[in-house]
């Protein structure tokens, strides 16, 4: 069983990555550029607002546990173009994604209710990740699985 320690270290871990997501995502908001930048513009944006609301709450929780929250932010990957943006989202959010599961693991250090809010980031970070692998073109699809594919591909 972890202490009320490592899990309050493990919930700045998390809160750190919320902290670099805030900033990436708004400097990629203000810098992409190209055919589909209003959208992408706002897509970056969105998820700078909703890093900072995984950030606050994050710290609310740990200043409830009477430590302080971390102002340090975990790495912030640049990139100058969409195609880059979007795999250093991509990348960020699976950082964020993993540090949350760790805080989750060690949250039978404390009160129920710290595990099943972790559970809702958890949820919310596995759909921005699901996301992002399908704008980044990870997720693909064969001709012959969607219907009449087998015969128009025969
Ligand atoms: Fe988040
Ligand atoms: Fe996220």
């Known amino acids: 069983m972890a202490t009320k320690e490592e899990f309050i270290d493990r919930l700045n871990d998390a809160l750190s990555w919320e902290l670099a997501g805030i ?33 606050e709450d994050a710290g609310k929780r740990i200043a409830a546990l009477g430590a302080v929250p971390t102002v340090e932010p975990a790495k912030i990957r640049q990139a100058t173009d969409v195609e880059g943006m979007l795999e250093a989202a991509l990348a960020l959010e699976e950082d964020a994604l993993a540090a949350w599961e760790d805080a ?30 399908k704008m980044t073109n990870k997720v693909s699809f064969s001709d012959a699985d969607v219907s009449g594919g087998a015969e128009n591909a025969g």
């Open 104 to 133: 989750l693991e060690a949250s039978d250090a404390v009160a129920p209710g710290y595990g099943f809010w972790i559970e809702e980031q958890i949820a919310e970070e596995q759909e921005h990740v699901d996301e992002l692998r």
């Open 23 to 55: 900033i990436q995502y708004m400097q990629h908001s203000v810098m992409v550029t190209g055919p589909l930048r209003e959208s992408l513009a706002d897509f970056f944006s969105d998820g700078s607002e909703e890093a900072r609301d995984h950030a």
